[in-house]
């Protein structure tokens, strides 16, 4: 990769890290990508309907409001 930044590429894996705070930084990084990048609005989606953590749904739903 030589140093180039690939924010989805580094941030949509996280979106599946074990560890719930990990899950909700991946989330707010990904929401600085919303208004280019329709494959973060729809990981974000995702994880708002499904996420086991209520915290990391919520940051993934006020995330998307922004949006909206």
Known sequence: RGGEVRPLEDLLPLLRHPTPPIR???????????????????????????????GVRRTAEEALLDIE
């Open 24 to 54: 909700e930084a991946a989330v707010l990084g990904l929401a600085v990508h919303l208004d280019s990048e329709l494959a973060a609005v729809e990981a974000l989606r995702k994880v708002a309907a499904t996420d086991s953590s209520p």
